[in-house]
């Protein structure tokens, strides 16, 4: 049971380069969440999804964006990356019971120069 | 509009002496809390909630809706202790939760 899987651990992007964070959770949670965590910033919601084809905005979507084609996968796209979108990229799924039973990935860290 | 405030960004303290991580909420309803944990080099795991009352790693928190605060307190730190701490809220209804801005703790040799 390998809980939230993400890839990469790290990567360096060049500005206006788009790439794809994966995301994969084997526990068929319908809950999955994508979070960004700045320095001093604390983790900020990016966007969610509750379900297979249901997807809905976060705190701060702008520059991103999200399918959720199948129960497991819930990968996040970044179209055109800029400096701003530097940070570390955390996935976390639960399931329908109850909000406290968040399992997070490993974490995406990302530099954008 | 829901809040966590996490007025300590760091958090320094020697090992053996008292701890205290502030959390702060705002919040009109009923709210659910939850302290989070993330060791260097790993991922956020759930450390306690308030409505299971208990004792993890031998930190405890009480919810004090008179002053709308959720307290993550341990007696004697260890340097194991050292961490990022996050409080979260689960507003009713809502199907996400919100985070505060995360505390580091530093325990002292």
């Known amino acids: 049971n390998a809980g939230v899987t993400q890839t990469p651990k790290f990567r360096i992007l060049k500005i206006g380069q788009s790439m794809t964070l994966q995301c994969t959770q084997d526990?068929?949670?319908?809950?999955m969440y994508w979070y960004r965590q700045d320095p001093g910033m604390g983790l900020k919601l990016i966007y969610y999804?509750?379900?297979?084809?249901?997807?809905d905005k976060g705190e701060v979507p702008n520059g991103y964006n999200v399918s959720r084609s199948t129960t497991e996968d819930f990968p996040l796209r970044l179209e055109l990356a800029a400096p701003s979108q530097t940070s570390v990229y955390f996935c976390a799924s639960r399931n329908s019971r109850g909000l406290y039973g968040y399992t997070f990935g490993s974490g995406t860290r990302l530099t954008v120069v | 509009a829901q809040r966590v405030t996490q007025p300590e960004k760091l958090l320094s303290v020697f090992k053996g002496a008292p701890v205290e991580l502030k959390c702060n909420y705002s919040?009109?309803?009923?709210?659910?809390l939850f302290w989070y944990v993330q060791y260097s080099r790993q991922r956020l795991q759930l450390l306690l909630r308030?409505?299971s009352r208990e004792s993890i790693k031998g930190f405890t928190a009480d919810l004090n809706k008179g002053e709308t605060s959720f307290h993550l307190k341990k007696p004697f730190a260890q340097e194991e202790d050292s961490a990022m701490y996050y409080c979260a809220l689960a507003p009713q209804g809502a199907q996400k939760l919100v985070f505060g801005q995360g505390t580091r703790l530093t325990i002292n040799p």
């Open positions: 308030h409505i």
């Open positions: 919040y009109s309803g009923s709210p659910e």
């Open positions: 526990m068929n949670h319908n809950y």
């Open positions: 999804s509750v379900g297979a084809g249901i997807t």
